[in-house]
């Protein structure tokens, strides 16, 4: 028995199929998302819903075969596109990345007297709706996630997880509604509904993709998750929305909350570090090499103690973007590039351990994922170092389209709860 796992990135659009018996993923697709539509603004950011859905589609054709019982969506969160009555689409995918909520309004920007950030939906629809822009037609905003759901399944309108519903903004957690609701907003589930078929396939209703990443990767429900790619993320499950200020709370499922913290620089604060010692080699007339390997090879050797203090805010905080990164401790004989290194990956694992607060007690398990730890040996060390515990990998690498197979595979009755959809996750030795 099979469960197909779509997941909508910005740039990419990936698909599995997973063996719902052995837990394997046994076909893997991804394809670019080649969907950015050309801008008449520098703040836009857009996309063409239907080359995603068509996309998307060609994937799922590719992946389904005989025995598949379930099709799970996850996708990219904050945005969102408008339907018509029928769930047709009247206007393109107004992406997170869209600026327009930081444009003027009433001596500040529409964002801050929101009260919320930009590109996150509500504030969209309410610039949209201030300058008298919203399409014509337009029944209903939803989640790109939604969009291909519903065009899967036939429905007319969308049924949105409150995964996507929080990320909209302005949402209250613990009544799990709308603060400012309008007739545009969609019906909302916390649940792994089915929606429909598609070729007599059930269908499940959409995941945000931070939600089906955790479902997908961490089998233990006191486990966290960690991820470093540009930026880097932590995340654990709690009962409770009042998280502590460096965190956010975000509904996940079965009543519970996922607590996330980001930092805006993870890997990026290895890669301005590689670009700083390209820029002294080309001070000195000279091409530089291929950098990554030397400074791997180097970190093999080195021994993994802390001497600089790097605090890698180089691009701000969420809380403060004005924020600045520094460095302690230089002195002679700890002015040097080794240890440059080894500080600025013990930054990024103090970054993560401050923002959680330093992980409840509970917390038995830190899984990772993210090519920035998982081809980084000396990175894990110093996680196990900060964190107490070693950085465990799941077998597979597509982690949200894995929790939207396994979300999907609950819904259509494979499995009774997500517990034992998750039971299937297996980790590298």
Request: charged fraction near 15%.
């Amino acid at each position: 028995m099979y469960a197909i796992g779509i997941d909508i990135g910005t740039t990419t659009i990936c698909g599995i199929r997973l063996n719902l018996d052995s837990g394997a993923v046994e076909e893997t697709k991804t394809r670019d998302n080649s969907s950015f539509l050309s801008a008449t603004h520098t703040w836009e950011r857009l996309q063409d819903p239907n080359i995603i859905l068509h996309t998307a589609k060609a994937l799922l054709s590719e992946l389904v075969c005989p025995g598949t019982a379930a099709i799970g969506i996850s996708s990219q969160m904050h945005g969102i596109l408008y339907l018509d009555k029928n769930g047709d689409p009247v206007s393109p995918l107004y992406t997170w990345q869209d600026g327009r909520g930081d444009l003027p309004y009433q001596g500040t920007t529409y964002a801050k007297a929101l009260r919320s950030a930009t590109g996150f939906g509500n504030v969209t629809d309410f610039v949209l709706a201030q300058t008298h822009a919203l399409p014509e037609n337009a029944a209903v905003f939803c989640s790109i996630g939604d969009f291909l759901a519903m065009q899967l399944t036939g429905r007319k309108m969308p049924l949105t997880h409150l995964s996507f519903a929080a990320s909209f903004g302005l949402f209250d957690l613990n009544r799990s509604c709308f603060l400012y609701p309008n007739s545009r907003q969609p019906a909302l589930t916390d649940e792994p509904a089915v929606l429909g078929t598609w070729n007599g396939i059930p269908v499940c209703a959409a995941l945000g993709d931070n939600q089906a990443s955790f479902l997908g990767s961490v089998s233990d429900p006191d486990g966290a998750l960690i991820n470093i790619g540009t930026g880097s993320q932590i995340s654990f499950l709690s009962d409770s929305t009042e998280c502590p200020d460096t965190m956010e709370a975000r509904p996940y499922a079965g009543g519970k909350f996922l607590w996330a913290a980001s930092a805006l620089c993870g890997g990026r604060a290895y890669a301005l570090l590689k670009q700083f010692f390209e820029q002294c080699i080309e001070m000195a007339g000279l091409k530089p090499p291929a950098l990554y390997p030397i400074m791997e090879r180097a970190l093999q050797t080195l021994p993994i103690r802390r001497t600089l203090r790097f605090h890698n805010q180089f691009c701000g905080t969420r809380q403060d973007p004005a924020l600045r990164g520094k460095i302690e401790n230089l002195s002679p004989e700890t002015f040097t590039p080794q240890n440059f290194l080894i500080g600025i990956l013990y930054g990024i694992a103090d970054e993560l351990f401050a923002l959680s607060g330093g992980l409840p007690d509970r917390c038995r398990t830190l899984v990772a994922s993210g090519n920035g730890i998982r081809l980084n040996p000396a990175l894990q060390k110093i996680m196990e170092q900060v964190f107490g515990m070693f950085p465990i990998f799941p077998v597979h690498r597509e982690e949200a389209a894995y929790g939207a197979a396994l979300f999907a595979s609950v819904g259509s009755g494979v499995f009774p709860n997500l517990a034992q959809a998750q039971s299937l996750i297996a980790y590298e030795s």
